[in-house]
């Protein structure tokens, strides 16, 4: 039996922020106590989220110690002026042609703040840290990323008490797809690629949320410390399930549908879909939960589909949940561009635990497209490939008919949130020394 460990954990999303940044290391201090590993979190006391979803506070158990440190948020006084801009940028929404105020708010944002707008925290953080007597009972410091800023706290910490590092990315760093139009200056550039050097190099273990990503930081780090655990999904309670029983065919998409996610081919498919059948016309519909961009909004009416595509906006997850389980076949979506194909969104776990069939459409050698095939949870199509995504509808429809499977889920199980922890703590307790 290994040897209990002790955990501090500093990462900026923590209830009541929502979104799929929080829920990670919401749900690994869930059950890492059940795994020999006792974690204390600390966050920000006073933060500037985009969005809001008190519900996931309930998921805090009890007997974890979370210490809230407080920040001073850029965003918040600038968003008295520029609300919009603002809310978009802490998203990651980056403008392909930014007006002046928000190109402006851009180039502060790359160049002054590097390596993003919550380096302020990092100074507070460190001051409470310093000020903890038990600092060095603590086996190991985790920060997560983004924000990257957090990752300099352990950088910090890790470099002056004889305590072992994790840095976890659920994003890229310097190969996130907004960081070339974040109008860099050459010495802001070179900052960024030397401190991801540094932090991959001096931590002693490194996690991605992909393979493709732990790939590229392994180049950085060496592949010996450099490991990929997926986020996962937690699972339903029976109790909790509404299912709105309907007699339509609806097809649903959970999460944000930027501009760069744009899925012209789907649109073209629906189009020709609704025209060619009266029947399918009839009782296909698509459900948008989460931010749309304009751009797609207007992708979707100027083929005239507003009859078929409800766009939601963003709900609360457990309401987002409820509308995954509702439905008939699950979208996911990701940018065609090379650079995401290394980017798994957290809502396609949950889509495999309903084991209704998923619609993924993204790059080519998409990680995703791995996953679904050993999962047999559901389809790939390149985003712009609308002859392929029109025949896999219909044939999804057909199947919708006659009330025969399409897909034969397997080995799902292996993506819950509460494996992914063992997973975590394995790794934990195999770099401790």
Known sequence: MPKPLKVLIFSYY????????????????KYLGSCGVTPTIVVPQGAHYPQIDEALSLDIPSEIK?????????????????????????RGIVPKKPGLIPGLLLWIRGNFWVPDARIGWVR??????????????????????????????GAELSSKYPLKWLADFRDPW??????????????????????????????????????????????????????????GYEPMAVQELVVDKHSGFVMAHVGALLAERNPAGLWLAIARLVAASPEFSAHFSLQLVGHVADSVVASIEALGLQSW???????????ARQVQWSADVLLLVEASQPWASEIIPGKFFEYMETHKPILALGPDRWDVHEIL?????????????????????????????????????????????????????????????
Not at 128 to 153: F, M, R
Not at 309 to 319: D, E, K, W
Request: aromatic fraction near 10%.
């Open 309 to 319: 595509v409800n766009i939601r906006g963003y709900l609360p997850h457990h309401q």
């Open 124 to 153: 507070r953080a460190l001051h409470w840290a310093n000020s903890q007597s038990d600092l060095d009972t603590y086996d190991w410091i985790i920060t997560t990323g983004p924000p990257h800023s957090v990752h300099l706290i």
């Open 66 to 90: 979370v210490h809230r440190v407080s920040i001073t948020e850029p965003y918040r006084w600038i968003s008295w002026c520029l609300p919009s801009a603002t809310k978009n940028l802490s």
């Open 373 to 433: 095939t050993q999962t047999q949870t559901g389809f790939f199509a390149e985003s712009l490939d609308d002859q392929r995504i029109e025949s896999l509808l219909w044939s999804l429809w057909q199947h919708h008919q006659s009330g025969a499977p399409l897909t034969n889920p397997i080995d799902t199980e292996r993506y819950t949130r509460q494996n992914k922890t063992v997973q975590l703590a394995n790794l934990l307790h195999e770099f401790t020394v």
């Open 14 to 29: 923590w209830p009541p922020a929502g979104g799929p940044g929080v829920q990670r290391w919401l749900y690994f201090a």
């Open 174 to 231: 310097t190969g996130i797809h907004y960081h070339s139009k974040l109008r860099l200056l050459p010495w802001a550039a070179k900052k960024h690629q030397l401190l991801e050097q540094m932090v991959c190099r001096q931590a002693d273990l490194i996690i991605a949320t992909s393979p493709s990503t732990a790939s590229s930081l392994a180049l950085i780090a060496g592949s010996d410390k450099t490991h990929c655990i997926t986020n």
